[in-house]
């Protein structure tokens, strides 16, 4: 390995619209509702909290991607649990 491999290992370049697998899990904010689910936008992605209230915007969450289209760039997830505390 060259001495820029080196430098340059594990170097990435950011996204403003990540993808998602399902089944993945992790914590993030909501930002808002469509009046229906809790939406968390992660850059220009959306996922769609099905059931999810005005309750939870603002609030750190867990997740599971339950579905994601890389096109379109939304899914649905499920709510795990509430992650901080009022």
Avoid: K, W
């Avoid at 998602?20 to 220009?44: H, K, Q």
């Avoid at 915007?57 to 649990?81: I, K, M, N, P, Y």
């Amino acid at each position: 390995m060259s001495l820029l491999e080196t430098v340059l290992a594990g170097l990435t370049f950011r996204t403003s619209t990540p993808a998602f697998e399902a089944g993945e899990e992790f914590t993030a904010y909501v930002t808002g509702t469509d009046g229906t689910d809790a939406l968390v936008r992660i850059g220009d992605s959306v996922l769609r909290l099905e059931g999810g209230n005005e309750s939870l915007v603002d609030r750190r969450v867990r997740l599971r991607v339950e579905s994601f289209d890389t096109q379109a760039h939304e899914g649905r997830a499920e709510l795990r649990s509430v992650v901080d505390a009022d």
